[in-house]
Each structure stands twice: as C-alpha cells, then as structure tokens.
C-alpha cells in the first residue's frame, strides 16, 4: 500500500545549489485563471505544476470548500502562500470515514483537469533536479533567514507553515513549507521533510485535521503539429502529422481526424496510425467531390487527446488537371487551394480564405466600407459561408501596401501566400484568350448546375474547372449572393477605384468593370 505524504521543508540554515538547473524548463502553457487569481505554471517532465499555492474556496462544482484557513487571517499571507486545507478538504472525503488510499488522480480542490499530487508526483518533481537537489525548487524569498537560493522561473517552494486545529495556532510560517498529497500508509498520514542542507526527502506524521499547503498538477497531453495535406482527388487525400512531445506517459493513438465542419475530433472520421511513426501520414477516403473539409492531427496519451492546427481543403471536382509540380497552395490560416492550369497560368481553384497576410499580419473583420483599413468580409454576412466561397476583401486588404500594376507579371503578392500574386488586367485578359474570349469565358468559369448560383446558370459547364461562385460582393451592405462574384484585379481605375472581373448567374460572359476601393469582393491568386 502506499504511503500518504505531505511534502515539507525546514529550514534555519543556509542552502547551496546550482543556480541554473532550472533555466531549461519551460512554462507548460498561458497561466491558469482559476476563481479570480491567476496562477503560473511550471513544467516538468510530463507534468504541468502550479507554481502559485492553492487560494480557492470552493471546488470546481461551485461548492464550498469546508474549514480553509490563511496563515494568521492576514490577507498578505493569503495572496503569497495561498489558503491552508485539511486533508478532508483538498481531497474532499468526510473526516467520519477511515482514511484510506485514494485511487490516483484525486481531483479534490483542484479546477477540471487538475489533480492534488501524489507521492510519486513529489518524488518525479524532486527527482527531475538531478545534482541540484530539492533545495533548488525553493522560492528564493520569504523565508526568515536567507538560504542562497535562486528560483525565479521555477517551482517556488513557499514556507507557507501550517494550522493547528488542535490549538488553533498557525505555526512555523517563513521556517517550513509543508505540501498535502493524496499517498496513504495504512491508516496514518505522513509529512516528508528536508532539513536545512539535507537534499533528501524523509517522513513524520501529519494530523490530518491540521490545515496545510496545495499545489495542484496536471497530466501534460501530447505536442503534435499538422503539417500538410496533398495527393488531393475527387474522393481521397492525405494528411500528415508529428507528435513533437509525448506529454505525461506514452502516446497510445496517433493520426488524423476530418470532418465538413471546422474544428474535427476523433469522434469524428479518423485514422489510427502506427505505434510512434512519427511523422505520420493518414489516408481520408470516401469524400465527396468538390466539398470542403477540416482535417487537423491528433495524439492520445493517459493524459487525454491533443489537436494539431486545423487545415481546410476542397476535394477535386473533376478531372482538370492540377497545375504540374504545384498540386496544391498553402496559406498562413493552413487553408489548403487545389491549383489548376489554363494555358500558361497556374491559378488557385478556390478563393482566397485567409485571415491574415503572408507575414502574419492580421486582417480585420470589417462591419463598415474603408479606403484605409484592410479588411475582410463575410459573404452575405454569415460566417459559414466563408469556407465554400473564401472571404470578400476591400482593395486595401488586396494590395497590403503595393501601388497599382497594368505589369504581366503583375508582381503583386499584397494579400497571396508568398509565391503567388495577384492578377493585373492583362493576365485576366489572358485567361480570357485561353477560354475562348470574354463572351463564353463565363460559362466555362462558372460552377455548374444551381446548387450555389441562382436559376438561369444551366448552361454553366464549368468546362475550364475554375469553379467560380456567387459570393456578391459588400458596398456597406450585403448583395448580389447567388447571383454575381467579381475579382479584384491589381489595376486602378483612378484614387478611388480599381478594375475588376465579373461574372452574372445569367450571362455566360465574363466582364471587365471597376468598382469602388472601399467595396469588398472575392480575390483568385496566380502562381509566380
């Protein structure tokens, strides 16, 4: 059976250690906030510490915490060393039955997905500063004599002393720290100690009724990256991933997970792969052509599922070939474009969906028109519209900074992932050559058949596979949705226009037009 330890540290001495051993962990994640204070967090091995004593007073159910206690009623105490708990209470069992061993993890004070430790914690925390010892996880302030030691990114040991139900005293506050865990031998609780330059851990016993410290840990769940997607087909494409860290214990399930609406979980369609392949690569089989999907990596340890980033891609509608060499075109949000080749140009075959410009620079949603702000639009004003027909852009966001080009190449990258750029008049007038002329262009373009564009679209074939779609265009106002798509092109008009392409539900055409700066309109990228 196990043994029940509350961590502690006496101290009256002076302390030596290596001051460095600790410049090579790194925090875990953001700090936790948790019932109004924050608390920062501190890594080591496979878990995830609270480098801040516990200082709540009601569990994560909302209920109240019995019988907690700051060291003398000092406010001051409670903001540095935290709330003192009983046994009871920071493992939330009734004082009327025997203690016992608690099956590990005991949630007890501790928020949703965090756990008071157990011996063994305490043992892989201690054990993880090598040569340096325990004294090195010890704050470097606060005790009442000086003991040299150094931990301003570390654990922060705190000698938050304890209370004594019995007299109701609090003792041995800046002389001893004394921490609960949830390990019992037989039926008697023990506190474990190091005294003065003694790096070693011994015990005593602990009353379990006496109010003590609580440091709450988390499993770490695994690191894992999506890193692309490709060979993508009319029903198939792959996706690969990479477990970068295995978190608290092994990774028992890696793979991909897919679905058609964003955010994809495994309980979702997904794949299991190989036992540490790493990286790896999933298969998604069975799609439909032409949708849109979210496909993102996942990893499983005893500690839960992680996620890599999400990436989106639209399964191949028909057989036009890919652009060669350049199947597909990767944006910095991880969209991902499937290409196609029209004459001597590479072109994206989806709009444009990025939230941000290829330097990682942020594009705002915009809820008004403006020639000086860059920003981004839903189509007909619903989010959900955005992963079918992109986003509608202002001519600010477009040229992110460049002037005004009639150039073929127009040498434009403004709002394109880096390789690419945005056409000028005369590369749109070259697709229109390759098609046959602006007069049929359109219904080779044009998505065919009404399940996005309005009736009067039935002699759209879609013949060029360019897939064009009606996402209207915004002018302070939503219109035209179903009905109409323009693309911005990189020539000006005058200050306050510039030209653009577009293409009506009843006309198989192509048109050049201009429309005002401040508008926001769908954007097609051409390869470098």
Same mark, same amino acid.
């Given at each position: ?10 101290? +009256? ?7 460095? %051993? ?17 608390? %920062? ?27 907690? %206690? ?17 046994? &009871? ?57 000086? #003991? ?16 004594? =139900?019995?007299?109701?005293? &609090? ?16 039926? %008697?609780? !023990? ?17 379990? =009724? ?25 029903? =198939? ?100 474009? /499937?290409? !196609?080749? #029209? ?37 007909? /004003? ?18 992110? +900074? ?11 990258? +403004? ?26 262009? +359109? ?77 926001? /309109? ?7």
């Amino acid at each position: 059976m196990k043994k029940h330890f509350l961590f502690v540290l006496l101290t +009256g001495c002076s302390i030596m250690l290596g001051l460095n %051993h600790l410049s090579a962990q790194t925090s875990c994640s953001t700090p936790l906030d948790y019932q109004g204070y924050t608390y %920062h967090l501190y890594r080591v091995g496979g878990n995830c510490w609270m480098r801040e004593n516990l200082r709540a007073t009601q569990y994560a159910d909302g209920s109240d915490i019995p019988d907690t %206690h700051y060291y003398n009623d000092d406010p001051s105490n409670l903001d540095t060393y935290g709330r003192l708990y009983t046994y &009871y209470a920071a493992t939330r069992t009734s004082p009327e039955l025997p203690i016992t061993q608690l099956p590990d993890p005991v949630q007890g004070v501790c928020p949703d997905g965090w756990h008071v430790p157990s011996q063994s914690e305490w043992e892989a925390l201690e054990s993880s500063t090598g040569a340096a010892g325990f004294e090195s996880l010890i704050s470097a302030s606060h005790w009442l004599k000086s #003991i040299g030691t150094s931990d301003a990114e570390g654990f922060n040991f705190l000698p938050g002393g304890y209370y004594n =139900s019995s007299t109701h005293r &609090y003792e041995r506050s800046k002389t001893s720290g004394y921490y609960m865990t949830t390990t019992v031998v037989s039926t %008697h609780p !023990l506190v474990a100690g190091c005294h003065c330059n003694c790096p070693q851990i011994t015990t005593e016993n602990m009353v379990p =009724s006496f109010g003590y410290s609580v440091r709450c840990v988390s499993y770490l769940k695994p690191d894992v990256t999506t890193s692309a997607v490709f060979d993508i087909g009319l029903n =198939s494409a792959k996706c690969s991933g990479n477990v970068t860290f295995e978190g608290s214990s092994a990774v028992i399930a890696r793979g991909i997970c897919w679905n058609t609406s964003p955010n994809p979980t495994i309980e979702n369609l997904h794949t299991t792969e190989l036992p540490g392949s790493d990286p790896f690569i999933g298969t998604m089989n069975g799609l439909t052509s032409g949708r849109v999907y979210y496909v993102r990596a996942y990893a499983t340890n005893e500690g839960g599922t992680s996620y890599g980033e999400t990436f989106t891609f639209t399964t191949q509608s028909n057989a036009i070939p890919t652009c060669p060499g350049i199947p597909t075109v990767t944006d910095i949000d991880h969209n991902v474009y /499937n290409t !196609l080749q #029209i004459g001597n140009q590479c072109w994206m075959k989806e709009n444009l969906r990025t939230t941000k410009f290829a330097d990682d620079t942020g594009i705002e949603l915009g809820t008004t028109t403006s020639t000086t702000i860059a920003y981004r639009y839903y189509p007909n /004003n619903n989010l959900s519209n955005v992963s079918t027909y992109g986003y509608l852009y202002n001519w600010v966001a477009v040229m992110h +900074g460049s002037v005004a080009s009639s150039s073929k190449p127009s040498g434009v990258q +403004g709002i394109c992932p880096t390789g690419w750029h945005l056409p000028s008049d005369g590369e749109w007038d070259d697709l229109m050559v390759a098609l046959g002329g602006n007069s049929v262009a +359109g219904n080779k373009m044009k998505e065919a058949g009404n399940s996005h564009w309005i009736y009067g679209n039935e002699e759209a074939t879609n013949s060029s596979g360019f897939g064009a779609l009606p996402a209207g265009y915004y002018y302070g106002v939503y219109g035209t949705f179903g009905q109409y798509v323009a693309y911005w092109s990189t020539t000006e008009r005058d200050d306050d226009e510039a030209n653009l392409r577009y293409l009506y539900y009843f006309s198989p055409g192509v048109y050049a037009g201009f429309d005002y700066k401040r508008n926001g /309109n769908s954007v097609r990228c051409l390869s470098d």
